[in-house]
């Protein structure tokens, strides 16, 4: 079995950052279309932007929360193999 190095450690902490970041992203776009969906044409929202725009804002925001989130599982799978490939080392 390989032992991990800090910069092991580093790269799974940097993957896991990348992952939630992800996730925070999805769930806000997920709030915001929600708050969207509430609007009705008594009550249409701000002025200074259209409830499409703001919709696309928020569904460009979430795909960008998975597309952090799939970076951030390359970055942990590409961590692994480059642990998994390291020299063996033999604890007795």
Known sequence: MSIPSRQDRLVD???LLLILAGAVA???ASGQLH????LSYQHPGPRTISQLTAADHARYLAYAGVLVIGVGIGVAVAGAIRVSRRKRVIVS
């Open 13 to 15: 902490l940097a993957a």
């Open 35 to 38: 708050e969207i969906s509430q």
């Open 26 to 28: 999805c769930v806000v």
